[in-house]
């Protein structure tokens, strides 16, 4: 669940549109906006691009990129958004109606669809029009609004668009995502960390990042405000997360301790080096002459023991426990000896699951005893699993 196509049709509203897709991407979504020709005739699509990242598509008939991309934004969409929508495209859905790019785009899709009118009152008052919105309805398109109110045609009544932040919220209830951690902090850590030997050498792991940037990029859709400190990755970072980049454990232990103070959660899902070498060479080790070469190694410091440490009852700390056996005995040996409240533990030697997959099968471990044992899942679904049992974690804390 990542994606949103807007499409932005021929209203006055078009311009609410904008800040519809700023807020949809300050909330981590990709946002990939479709407008039609008359939408660009009321505002820019440079405007649009600007603020998603993304180019915006316009024509059928595109003359660079996707050469189908009613097609591929069909599939790629997990919601497609229609604000505003006029009249013209509320009667082309209707009838099937697919003559320029959004109206063909909203036959092929089967992701869900939502649309928020906007027109002037007789339209919207108009027997075709209340027939049309009919059909879309018990198709099971969502209909947010209109509102009443001052028109841009100067009567007033019904017809303005709903607000950008209640067509938000209404898009965060059809994706599911109806926890919310507005106003709390969290810390997420991601990727692996990289121990220097020389200076062109490193003792590194092969933790991807994928599971910390899932787990910061559902908590911001969720409103929370995301630390995510990052070990080096390929990964884009979510939009809207702050992102702080480490290479080592050392730095890492610097940034979290620095932060960790002012966050209601920690999540450590960042595969941190246990051991560093004791000495960094400041010149490349050469081949030559050497029959091998023996490493001389000192432990790192354990981030997330020193986080137990500190732990509140009102703060959720959660570790990450990757084993290659026993993985649950392992956590709830990790869980008592670190103090943290919840352990994840994953066997990464489950084929399809683990380092650099998009998928996990993992336990979490709580510090009550109790052991949850999830199917093997994306790890975008881990996430939100992990981020709904923190918040019962969150709950139980503040009222404890
Ligand atoms: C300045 C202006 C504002 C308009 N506002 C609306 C509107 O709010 N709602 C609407 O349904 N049509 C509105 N229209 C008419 C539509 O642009 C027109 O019906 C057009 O065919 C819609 O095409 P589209 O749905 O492909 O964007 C407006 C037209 C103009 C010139």
Same mark, same amino acid.
């Given at each position: 669940?990542?994606?949103?196509?807007?499409?932005? $049709?021929?209203?006055?509203?078009?311009?609410?549109?904008?800040?519809?897709? *700023?807020?949809?991407?300050?909330?981590?979504?990709?946002?990939?906006?479709?407008? #039609?020709?008359?939408?660009?005739?009321?505002?820019?699509?440079? #405007?649009? *691009?600007?603020?998603?990242?993304?180019?915006?598509?316009?024509?059928?008939?595109?003359?660079?990129?996707?050469?189908?991309?009613?097609?591929?934004?069909?599939?790629?969409?997990?919601?497609?958004?229609?604000?505003?929508?006029?009249?013209?495209?509320?009667?082309?859905?209707?009838?099937?109606?697919?003559?320029?790019?959004?109206?063909?785009?909203?036959?092929? $899709?089967?992701?869900?669809?939502?649309?928020?009118?906007?027109?002037?009152?007789?339209? +919207?008052?108009?027997?075709?029009?209340?027939?049309?919105?009919?059909?879309?309805?018990?198709?099971?398109?969502?209909?947010?609004?209109?509102?009443?109110?001052?028109?841009?045609?100067?009567?007033?009544?019904?017809?303005?668009?709903? =607000?950008?932040?209640?067509?938000?919220?209404?898009?965060?209830?059809?994706?599911?995502? $109806?926890? !919310?951690?507005?106003? %709390?902090?969290?810390?997420?850590?991601? /990727?692996?960390?990289?121990?220097?030997?020389?200076?062109?050498?490193?003792?590194?792991?092969?933790? !991807?990042?994928?599971?910390?940037?899932?787990?910061?990029?559902?908590?911001? %859709?969720?409103?929370?405000?995301?630390?995510?400190?990052? /070990?080096?990755?390929?990964?884009?970072?979510?939009?809207?997360?702050?992102?702080?980049?480490?290479? #080592?454990?050392?730095?890492? +232990?610097?940034?979290?301790?620095?932060?960790?103070?002012?966050?209601?959660?920690?999540?450590?899902?960042?595969?941190?080096?246990?051991?560093?070498?004791?000495? %960094?060479? !400041? =010149?490349?080790?050469?081949?030559?002459?050497?029959?091998?070469?023996?490493?001389?190694?000192?432990?790192?410091?354990?981030?997330?023991?020193?986080?137990?440490?500190?732990?509140?009852?009102?703060?959720?700390?959660?570790?990450?426990?990757?084993?290659?056996?026993?993985?649950?005995?392992?956590?709830?040996?990790?869980?008592?000896?670190? /103090?943290?409240?919840?352990?994840?533990?994953?066997?990464?030697?489950?084929?399809?699951?683990?380092?650099? !997959?998009?998928?996990?099968?993992?336990?979490?471990?709580?510090?009550?005893?109790?052991?949850?044992?999830?199917?093997?899942?994306?790890?975008?679904?881990?996430?939100?699993?992990? +981020?709904?049992?923190?918040?019962?974690?969150?709950?139980?804390? =503040?009222? %404890?």
């Amino acid at each position: 669940m990542n994606c949103i196509v807007l499409g932005v $049709t021929g209203g006055i509203a078009a311009y609410k549109a904008v800040d519809l897709a *700023r807020q949809l991407v300050l909330r981590g979504f990709e946002v990939k906006t479709i407008m #039609t020709e008359h939408a660009t005739r009321l505002i820019g699509p440079a #405007t649009f *691009r600007a603020i998603t990242g993304n180019p915006v598509a316009r024509s059928m008939f595109a003359d660079e990129g996707e050469p189908m991309q009613h097609i591929s934004l069909a599939r790629e969409a997990d919601l497609i958004i229609v604000a505003p929508a006029t009249a013209n495209i509320i009667a082309k859905m209707a009838n099937g109606l697919a003559d320029d790019l959004l109206s063909t785009m909203l036959l092929a $899709t089967r992701a869900p669809i939502m649309v928020a009118p906007a027109m002037n009152l007789e339209m +919207w008052r108009h027997a075709a029009t209340r027939a049309n919105l009919e059909v879309l309805r018990t198709r099971g398109v969502r209909i947010v609004g209109p509102e009443s109110g001052f028109l841009a045609c100067g009567e007033e009544g019904e017809g303005r668009m709903t =607000e950008p932040d209640l067509i938000l919220e209404a898009a965060l209830d059809i994706l599911g995502i $109806t926890a !919310s951690m507005e106003g %709390r902090t969290v810390l997420v850590t991601a /990727g692996g960390t990289r121990e220097p030997i020389d200076p062109v050498r490193y003792i590194g792991n092969r933790s !991807s990042g994928k599971m910390g940037y899932a787990l910061a990029a559902a908590a911001r %859709r969720m409103g929370a405000r995301v630390i995510l400190v990052s /070990g080096p990755t390929y990964l884009q970072a979510p939009q809207g997360v702050e992102v702080i980049a480490v290479e #080592t454990a050392e730095e890492m +232990w610097r940034e979290v301790m620095a932060r960790e103070e002012d966050c209601d959660v920690v999540i450590m899902a960042a595969a941190v080096a246990d051991f560093s070498p004791q000495a %960094r060479k !400041s =010149e490349k080790i050469k081949k030559d002459g050497r029959e091998g070469l023996t490493l001389e190694c000192r432990p790192t410091r354990d981030i997330l023991r020193d986080l137990g440490q500190k732990n509140r009852p009102e703060r959720v700390l959660v570790g990450f426990a990757a084993e290659t056996g026993k993985p649950v005995e392992n956590a709830v040996h990790k869980l008592h000896a670190k /103090g943290a409240d919840m352990i994840v533990a994953n066997d990464v030697s489950t084929l399809g699951s683990g380092f650099d !997959s998009d998928f996990n099968k993992a336990t979490m471990v709580y510090g009550d005893g109790r052991v949850i044992d999830l199917d093997l899942m994306p790890k975008i679904e881990l996430a939100a699993r992990i +981020w709904d049992a923190v918040i019962a974690l969150l709950e139980a804390g =503040e009222t %404890r």
